[in-house]
């Protein structure tokens, strides 16, 4: 089973910024495709941004220019830095690993909450 803990969620005033990280094996960050989903309260669960293992990358229309996805080697995370948030953004972001994605191994999300 993949482990996926995703942290750095919270309450942020519209346009402010937060940075999401999710840590996982070194075997699991470096072999496979890691996403961020987000599902927003009554939705289905959307992929928001994506990094293979040589680095590119995919973002969903609706957050391209002010999130980035990126890795960090050293300490075995994908984080995404989210900058300009507006309360659509609100929502539990999942990170998520594969070849494929999405797979079913989910870690427990981390809940963010921009104010107007």
């Known amino acids: 089973q993949v482990q996926l803990v995703e942290s750095g969620g919270g309450l942020v005033q519209a346009g402010g910024s937060l940075t999401l990280s999710c840590t996982t094996s070194?075997?699991?960050?470096?072999?496979?495709?890691m996403g961020w989903f987000r599902q927003a309260p009554g939705k289905q669960r959307d992929l928001v941004a994506l990094?293979?293992?040589?680095?590119?990358?995919k973002y969903a229309d609706s957050i391209k220019g002010r999130f980035t996805i990126y890795r960090d080697d050293a300490k075995n995370t994908v984080n995404l830095r989210m900058h300009a948030l507006n309360v659509e953004d609100t929502g539990v972001y999942y990170c998520?690993?594969?070849?494929?994605?999405?797979?079913?191994?989910w870690g427990r999300g981390t809940q963010v909450t921009v104010s107007s």
């Open positions: 998520n690993a594969g070849g494929n994605l999405p797979t079913a191994d």
């Open positions: 070194e075997r699991i960050a470096n072999s496979n495709v």
């Open positions: 990094i293979s293992v040589n680095g590119d990358t």
